[in-house]
């Protein structure tokens, strides 16, 4: 079988990083899943916080005859909720959480150059004053041998 391409085992680690998040340590919250793919809220409240990776359109530049240098955008969006009227404040710790466990390795592994934060988002009060969305996105540049994805440059 073929390896995997660089691309795809960067958005593993991603993954992997996320699942760090589990309430203890400097983390605030615990995400209950990490999925990749379309953000989507379950029915099932008690399943959040949830968070979701979608990699944008990578952009690539030939620097040399032999590497390729990638720059791969890459949105995580979570989903929070509560009951509390403290929604605005776990919205902000849910995204500190996230940019704590997506730049605890700027290398992804030793597979990347650098990941590089890009900026935040929020959607408050998407069930008024119950659910929230929090958005972090980064690029993740990385090389490759022409030809080649799934080789580390």
Known sequence: MADEPIQERILQD??????AI???GAYHHALASVERGKPDVPEDLTQL?????????ETVIQDT??????RLPVSVEAWVRSADGDLP???SRMIADMERSLLAD????????????L???KTLDESPGVLASARVDIAVHYWTLVGNPASVG
């Open 14 to 19: 991603i993954r992997e990083s996320l699942s």
């Open 22 to 24: 589990d309430g203890t």
């Open 49 to 57: 916080p949830a968070a979701f990776i979608a990699a944008g359109d």
């Open 65 to 70: 005859n032999l590497l390729h240098t990638r």
């Open 89 to 91: 404040t776990r919205v």
């Open 106 to 117: 700027p290398t992804r592994g030793g597979l990347a150059i650098r990941t590089e934060l």
């Open 119 to 121: 900026g935040s988002g």
